[in-house]
């Protein structure tokens, strides 16, 4: 799945969470992220909390080193997107 398709079902989808399995840099993880105030926020699991809205093409440079392998609305039934 690519960023701007992730970005789209955060869109679609506001407030509500998007859990990423991603391969980054630093090898295998899971990122939130979700679309509110206009932006794409992420959270900071260290910090238990969600970074303030990015827009878009910011986002987007964030997420360019990562290959995004599964993308699912956190609430769900636990199906993949």
């Given at each position: 799945m690519t960023p701007e398709a992730v970005i789209r079902l955060a869109r679609a989808n506001p407030g509500t969470p998007v859990r990423l399995t991603i391969v980054g840099q630093t090898g295998r993880?899971?990122?939130r992220i979700k679309w509110?105030?206009?932006?794409?926020r992420f959270y900071i699991r260290p910090w238990d909390l969600w970074d303030?809205?990015?827009a878009e093409p910011e986002a987007l440079r964030v997420m360019e080193p990562w290959r995004i392998l599964?993308?699912?609305?956190?609430g769900e039934d636990g199906g993949a997107v």
């Open positions: 993880g899971v990122v509110e105030g206009g932006g794409v303030d809205p990015r599964e993308a699912r609305l956190e």
